[in-house]
Structures are given as C-alpha cells and as structure tokens.
C-alpha cells in the first residue's frame, strides 16, 4: 500500500500562486510516476499534471499548460504542483497520484494505482 499526503490548498484571490505538495510513504518501490488530477465542482475529474521518476519528463493538460509547473524530490517522496496566475476556473479539489513506473506519464486515471484524499483550492475572483 501507498499512502498519499496532500497538503498547500486554501482560498486565493485570481492571478495568485499556490504551490501544493504530495507527499507519498509505504510501499513506494522505486522508480514510480506520481502527478496530480482535480475535480471541479459539478464537473468530471481530468488530468492536470504528471512526472516521470528521474523528473526528465512531464506532462501537462492543455488547460493549465504554461501556468503550472511539477517537480519532484525523490529524497523526501515528494511532488509539488506550482500553479501560477490562478483563475477561478482553478477552483477544485485537487487530488495526488502514485504509480510504479511509467516512464511516459500518463493523463488516465486508470493508469495509476493510489489516489490521496485531495486538498481543496479555492480561487476568487
């Protein structure tokens, strides 16, 4: 089992930035892919962001392309999600991911085997 520990989310203003960090512990056998999805109110999950182990490659949604950033340090079991320019379109609970493997880092959910609680952002306008 993994366990997953978000942590970073709280009511921001739009145009602001948040960073949020994941922190994973049990069996985090090594390499692993970890990322992030959100859900917004009244809407389906969707895929923000993911890295890849050694952090050499990520991928990005569309939507938050060129506003957010994932990095990683292995040595804590850490993911961060930087998100820049916040909208209120942002606003959403938004949930950490953990998977063994995946060199090429997925966008589907059903590619990655442990989900944390989620921690909540909240964007005003």
């Known amino acids: 089992q993994v366990q997953l520990v978000e942590s970073g989310g709280g009511l921001v203003q739009a145009g602001d930035s948040l960073r949020l960090s994941c922190v994973a512990s049990?069996?985090?056998?090594?390499?692993?892919?970890m990322g992030w999805f959100r859900q917004a109110p009244g809407k389906e999950r969707e895929f923000v962001g993911a890295i890849n182990w050694s952090g050499g490659n990520t991928n990005y949604a569309d939507s938050v392309k060129g506003r957010i950033t994932i990095s990683r340090d292995n040595a804590k079991n850490t993911v961060y999600l930087q998100m820049n320019s916040l909208k209120p379109e942002d606003t959403a609970v938004y949930y950490c991911?953990?998977?063994?493997?995946?060199?090429?880092?997925?966008?589907?959910?059903?590619?990655?085997?442990?989900w944390g609680q989620g921690t909540r952002v909240t964007v005003s306008s």
């Open positions: 049990g069996r985090t056998y090594r390499p692993y892919t």
């Open positions: 991911v953990w998977t063994y493997g995946l060199n090429s880092p997925s966008p589907s959910e059903s590619d990655y085997a442990y």
